[in-house]
T-cell receptor, first 112, second 117 residues
Framework: GESVGLHLPTLSVQEGDNSIINCAYS??????FIWYKQESGKGPQFIID?????DKRQGQRVTVLLNKTVKHLSLQIAATQPGDSAVYFC???????????FGTGTRLKVLA | NAGVTQTPKFQVLKTGQSMTLQCAQD?????MYWYRQDPGMGLRLIYY???????DKGEVPNGYNVSRLNKREFSLRLESAAPSQTSVYFC????????????????FGDGTRLSIL
């Protein structure tokens, strides 16, 4: 069925280390991908996006990598900080549709 | 700099009661969405509005109705609340062209936490 999945439900990292959060998407027709951060009691917050004509995109301390061959998406957070503790989830979107398919999320815990 | 504003933030209802969740966005986006978020599940689309004057069903529309009041506002109504509708409800908006060719990120409000007893 249609799904956007994550390999790790919980990721614990030391403050200052780099974090990598992974996501597998199911449909090769998806051409737009988004990473969101959701803090407790808040709504999802847009972090970074990438279109299928790219394989890498960088933002402030974050990088998204897209591997279309294996239908895999990752979010890299450099120098992870306590404020990065949250649930992160990806979404895939298919060209020509309104449908954003969201994953269930990975909880990132930053250890002091 | 409000973005997407949802009211109320919390609500407790009894089974059979009705209520309307309000959503407003100030980003001049064409499209607006209502989702529900349940533990262990991804966001599920209830209804969406591609543009002012149009609404369409999403993945889980049963028990809900919507109104796109104007470009800014999109409300969600529960006519006869059921315990299965206990959830966190999120409204979102995005800029998108009429053919959904060039998608953009959706921007979310902080949700309404709804409990139905």
């Amino acid at each position: 069925g249609e799904s956007v999945g994550l390999h790790l439900p919980t990721l614990s990292v030391q403050e200052g280390d780099n974090s990598i959060i992974n996501c597998a998407y199911s449909n090769s027709a998806s051409d737009y991908f988004i990473w969101y951060k959701q803090e407790s009691g808040k709504g999802p917050q847009f972090i970074i996006d990438i279109r299928s004509n790219m394989d890498k995109r960088q933002g402030q301390r974050v990088t998204v990598l897209l591997n279309k061959t294996v239908k895999h998406l990752s979010l890299q957070i450099a120098a992870t900080q306590p404020g990065d503790s949250a649930v992160y989830f990806c979404a895939e979107v298919r060209r020509g549709t309104y449908k954003y398919i969201f994953g269930t999320g990975t909880r990132l815990k930053v250890l002091a | 700099n409000a973005g997407v504003t949802q009211t109320p933030k919390f609500q407790v209802l009894k089974t059979g009661q009705s209520m309307t969740l309000q959503c407003a966005q100030d980003m001049n986006h064409n499209s607006m969405y209502w989702y529900r978020q349940d533990p262990g599940m991804g966001l599920r689309l209830i209804y969406y509005s591609a543009s002012e004057g149009t609404t369409d069903k999403g993945e889980v529309p049963n028990g809900y109705n919507v109104s796109r009041l104007n470009k800014r506002e999109f409300s969600l109504r529960l006519e006869s609340a059921a315990p299965s509708q206990t959830s966190v409800y999120f409204c979102a908006s995005s800029e998108v062209d009429g053919l959904w060719v060039s998608n953009q990120p959706q921007h979310f409000g902080d949700g309404t936490r709804l409990s139905i007893l």
